[in-house]
Nanobody
Framework: QLQLVESGGGLVQPGGSLRLSCAASGFTLDYYAIAWFRQAPGKEREGVSCISRRGGSTNYADSVKGRFAISRDNAKNTVYLQMNSLKPEDTAVYYC????????????????????????WGQGTQVTVST
């Protein structure tokens, strides 16, 4: 059974860093592009970043460019999101997601931030940026 499990969230002060992990089980992660999303209370879900199947292509939301970095270790079946210079507005539940359908795009196409295109999600990990 396909499963994604996020970890690494927590409470951090503004300007601090966290590294989130998304571990996959039940399928081979390196066939697919993987995306990170976040949702803050009262706000819509937002695409944060995406990494292509082999890691050669990445996309970021404008709000996190230059501060966040996505990477993957296919040998460990894990995708990471390094978050630096965190701001209070980064506070949200962070989710990883995959489109594991037979014709999924292995790259992060122009629709990478469309949550409806992904069919499997993790349970989320809370990130709180506060003094």
């Amino acid at each position: 059974q396909l499963q994604l499990v996020e970890s690494g969230g927590g409470l951090v002060q503004p300007g601090g860093s966290l590294r989130l992990s998304c571990a996959a089980s039940g399928f081979t992660l390196d066939y697919y592009a993987i995306a990170w999303f976040r949702q803050a209370p009262g706000k819509e879900r937002e695409g944060v970043s995406c990494i292509s199947r082999r890691g050669g292509s990445t996309n970021y939301a404008d709000s996190v460019k230059g501060r966040f970095a996505i990477s993957r270790d296919n040998a460990k079946n894990t995708v990471y999101l390094q978050m630096n210079s965190l701001k209070p507005e980064d506070t949200a539940v962070y989710y990883c997601a995959v489109d594991a359908s037979p014709f999924a795009n292995p790259a992060c196409g122009t629709r990478w931030s469309a949550g409806s295109d992904y069919d499997s999600w993790g349970q989320g990990t809370q990130v709180t940026v506060s003094t």
